[in-house]
């Protein structure tokens, strides 16, 4: 499909093209994995094509991304880190200088050093992982706590703004275009008489009483590299939504993806719970990592898993009223499945939020 020799000859690697495969289990861009010849050495690198279709600009994302890379390989160097180019992403340039090239079609493509000795997981398997898991996102925010310049680019605009994702669901209840509120009346009212949360960190931000920060947004258990031999989590990845955002974000959705038992589709929500061994395993890592947090930070903590997690759950909702236009189905009600676990973890994480707290002041 792609002319992979042409493509990396248009970046500055200094090698041989010997052949290029996919790679890895991302679902947004396409990634492959060169081999490439270096005055007789194999090497590998990662090839990525960047999705125009979900990320509309491109190349501010590129930018970003490079202005963050950059920030984070000066402070480990600064630091005296032995392994400052395998704990974070680096760009190699294209040969026009550029960190992206562009191919005759106007992709645009990136190219990072492939990193040996480490691996993503697609599930958790213990909370030892999400100790390191945690600590890597909670390094990655340290990294980029002191970005110099203007904020980044929005890659994606208002995608944690839970007063617009409310919005957003109260149009498609009103509109109702396929006649499914009358049946979902239950879980409408459920969001409903929670409002006043979704305004609570936007409002914060707002405000200035929260910091506006350099935020992952996409912090799955599959977007840091944990170490073959020691587990530790050394390296985040997928930075395309990288952007500004509150630190409440990143932490909210490591607690939504990572501490209940069941599939985000799970038809019986008995079966979802926020296991609080897993929370406590988050706690640890990333408030060791996140030592520049603000007191309202902390104490917002435990609140941000029930945010997040009410947010992904309205999005479900409004999809399934909207008639499943934006995730994809696999059954009739796929959405309001999704929808109906997402609630029953908030449920859970508000019965158990006094003890939440108390964990993440132990830390």
Not at 99 to 120: H, K, L, S
Not at 301 to 327: A, H, I, N
């Amino acid at each position: 499909m792609f002319d992979l020799q042409a493509i990396a000859g248009l970046f500055d690697l200094r090698a041989d093209y010997v052949f290029g495969t996919p790679y890895g289990s991302g679902h947004i861009n396409d990634t492959f994995r060169l081999i490439m010849d270096q005055a007789g050495m194999r090497v590998s690198f990662i090839l990525q094509r960047v999705n125009s279709n979900v990320f509309k600009q491109p190349i501010p994302l590129m930018e970003n991304v490079k202005r963050v890379t950059d920030e984070a390989l000066r402070v480990l160097l600064a630091s005296g880190c032995k392994e400052a180019y395998r704990r974070t992403l680096t760009l190699i340039p294209a040969k026009d200088g550029k960190p992206y090239a562009q191919d005759a079609e106007g992709n645009v493509w990136r190219v990072y050093p492939f990193i040996d000795r480490a691996r993503t997981y697609d599930m958790i398997e213990n909370p030892g992982q999400c100790v390191e898991v945690a600590r890597a996102f909670g390094n990655f925010q340290k990294l980029g706590a002191d970005l110099p310049g203007e904020p980044l680019f929005e890659t994606i605009p208002d995608f944690h703004n839970t007063t617009k994702r409310f919005k957003n669901f109260l149009n498609a209840v009103s509109a109702d275009p396929l006649g499914r509120a009358a049946s979902v009346q239950k879980e409408i009212d459920w969001f409903l008489s929670r409002e006043a949360d979704c305004h609570k960190v936007v409002n914060y931000l707002a405000s200035g009483e929260l910091p506006l920060r350099v935020t992952h947004n996409d912090t799955k258990l599959n977007n840091v590299m944990l170490d073959d031999v020691t587990g530790e989590g050394i390296c985040v990845i997928d930075l395309d939504t990288t952007m500004p955002g509150s630190s409440l974000y990143d932490f909210g959705d490591m607690i939504r993806t990572s501490t209940s038992p069941a599939a985000e589709d799970e038809k019986d929500v008995s079966k979802v719970t926020m296991r609080m061994e897993y929370f406590e395993a988050l706690a640890k890592g990333y408030c060791e990592a996140a030592t520049f947090l603000t007191p309202l930070e902390k104490e917002l903590l435990p609140f941000s898993g029930k945010l997040l997690t009410m947010e992904c759950g309205m999005r479900f909702l409004t999809d399934y009223l909207e008639g499943d236009v934006y995730f994809k189905i696999k059954r009739p009600e796929h959405n309001l499945d999704r929808c109906r676990t997402q609630i029953a973890l908030v449920e859970s994480i508000e019965a158990q939020m006094d003890a939440m707290s108390a964990i993440v002041a132990k830390y």
